[in-house]
């Protein structure tokens, strides 16, 4: 039998009414509630990065490699479908490689005139994020005979226009000569991006190779989408070392910068902020194991008169620190499961999406963050019951049996 265990456990049948009762339970709390903040607050973050990320990459790739120029107007100048990056399967990181054009235009309805610029895509596009934004309707389909005449335009504009799906609608596009084109709204979608949902009608990119009279040798660019977005860095330095002399690249990240540097400013507050809670925690089960040493001074120096080691009574308190941290970790993790999953499924705290994007807090499930908070909080909270224990070390027999 491990006699430190055995008296640990004693110790754990204390009068619920006494003072240390309170403050084990206090510090069960501490270490709970900590844990629960820190996995929720980090399951908010990711789900804020995720959400907002998968509405920009909807719009645009990870790269964008396109026509080298000064123009900084929408449409650009075509290019061509040598890009010098054919085999771009063989480029570490790279998933796939989709064609775009925009050419800017004039929808006219019979109330209402909106400017918005058409960006014109092929059956390659993918069309997963966008999915996932998608308000009514469906993604447009293409055919291999004919331009598609199916557009997806944002809920904004089908307000202001007051269109909804399968309606058909004008678009001028000023041009020499000028050309007009009807199209019929395939979906509808919603971003909560205003870059995106004022400016942006998703279309079939023939028809705008029919309006320029390009060759279906031309594009307007090429979108890039990666494996793994975090090594953006990486690969879009092996991209430009074999792409074309005459085309530019681009990275999604300073695009958008303004986005991403809120992200990241996002991710250095809830960082610093989680370093706060596990300072409470550890700090509240500090203070519990003085107390508990304090109020059991009587019984230690009793154990030490009959021969019990430092280290065996040491060994009882981190016992007692080590049941108080899992049951704190337990509940902790208990309570941000059912949070996460009651927001997740009910969606019941609401949010502005004129100022965070999106009309609910999403949450991102990753049990990876879920088992790194919990290995960092247990390893920092036993390591911070070490120090109350060397105490111990300092308690005389004689005096501690007189203490009161």
């Not at 084990?24 to 629960?36: D, E, M, Q, Y």
């Not at 028809?207 to 990486?234: A, C, H, M």
């Not at 036993?382 to 027999?397: D, G, K, V």
Request: glycine share 6%; proline share 3%; charged share 20%.
């Amino acid at each position: 039998m491990n006699l430190s265990r055995y008296i640990a456990g004693r110790l754990s049948g204390a009068r619920s009414d006494s003072f240390t009762a309170s403050v084990t339970k206090i510090a069960k709390f501490s270490v709970g509630l900590g844990i629960a903040i820190m996995i929720v607050s980090y399951a908010i973050l990711q789900g804020f990065r995720h959400e907002i990320q998968a509405k920009i990459f909807s719009f645009g790739g990870h790269l964008q490699v396109s026509k080298f120029d000064t123009n900084n107007s929408f449409e650009g100048y075509p290019m061509s479908t040598k890009t010098g990056l054919e085999d771009y399967k063989n480029i570490p990181g790279v998933e796939k490689l989709q064609p775009f054009a925009r050419k800017t235009a004039i929808i006219k309805t019979e109330d209402e005139v909106l400017g918005v610029v058409l960006k014109g895509v092929d059956s390659t596009y993918d069309f997963r994020s966008m999915r996932q934004n998608m308000v009514s309707g469906s993604v447009m389909e293409f055919t291999d005979t004919a331009a598609s005449e199916q557009i997806m335009m944002s809920q904004i504009m089908a307000d202001k226009l007051r269109l909804k799906v399968g309606d058909r609608v004008l678009f001028y596009f000023i041009q020499n000569p000028p050309r007009v084109r009807k199209f019929e709204v395939k979906g509808i979608f919603k971003t909560g991006l205003e870059e995106f949902d004022n400016v942006y009608v998703l279309g079939d990119l023939q028809q705008i190779r029919d309006l320029n009279q390009w060759p279906d040798s031309l594009v307007g660019g090429y979108e890039i989408l990666l494996k793994d977005f975090t090594q953006i860095d990486t690969v879009a330095s092996q991209v430009f070392d074999k792409m074309n002399y005459d085309l530019q690249l681009e990275k999604i990240t300073d695009t958008y910068a303004q986005l991403f540097d809120w992200l990241e400013l996002l991710k250095r507050n809830v960082i610093i902020f989680l370093v706060l809670i596990i300072f409470v925690a550890t700090f509240n089960m500090v203070s519990t194991l003085f107390i508990m040493i304090l109020e059991r001074t009587n019984m230690i120096g009793a154990l030490k008169a009959m021969g019990a080691t430092n280290g065996q009574i040491r060994g009882i308190f981190l016992h007692r620190g080590l049941k108080l941290t899992i049951s704190g970790l337990i509940g902790g993790n208990l309570l941000a499961l059912a949070f996460c999953f009651v927001q997740d499924y009910f969606k019941i705290i609401p949010l502005d999406p004129e100022n965070y994007y999106m009309d609910t807090v999403p949450i991102f499930w990753d049990w990876r963050i879920w088992v790194v908070v919990n290995g960092i909080t247990f390893l920092l909270t036993m390591l911070s019951i070490l120090l109350p224990t060397l105490l111990i070390a300092r308690i005389h027999p004689v005096k501690a049996i007189k203490f009161d």
